[in-house]
């Protein structure tokens, strides 16, 4: 069974950085787009960056120039590198992985959320 380990949160001061992992603990097959989802209280889950099976990247516009995602695949695991945090970037981050496709079912699996917490 497919699990999706996050780590690398918690509390850093305004311009500082963190790297986010998310460890995949068993086999994906056809991997379409990976991604880091966040999610903070009272608001939507927005998606932050993504990394397609053919190494596209893609960031909303709030965290562009400051996260990049990347992915090791000897290590089954994608990052997510942010830099120069703002207080605007607190919030639970949700590693995704989309796959599927063909004759291959679609499935999404999800981190269990890591908390990130910038202070002024």
């Known amino acids: 069974q497919v699990q999706l380990v996050e780590s690398g949160g918690g509390l850093v001061q305004a311009g500082g950085s963190l790297r986010l992992s998310c460890a995949a603990s068993?086999?994906?097959?056809?991997?379409?787009?990976m991604g880091w989802y966040r999610q903070a209280p009272g608001k939507q889950r927005e998606l932050v960056a993504s990394l397609t099976s053919t190494g596209s990247t893609n960031y909303v516009d709030s965290v562009k120039g400051r996260f990049s995602i990347s992915r090791d695949n000897a290590k089954n695991t994608v990052y997510l590198q942010m830099n120069s945090l703002k207080p605007e970037d607190t919030a639970v981050y949700y590693c995704?992985?989309?796959?599927?496709?063909?004759?291959?079912?679609?499935?999404?699996?999800w981190g269990q959320g890591t908390q990130v917490t910038v202070s002024s």
């Open positions: 995704n992985v989309n796959s599927g496709g063909g004759l291959i079912p679609r499935r999404d699996y």
């Open positions: 068993g086999l994906i097959f056809s991997i379409n787009v």
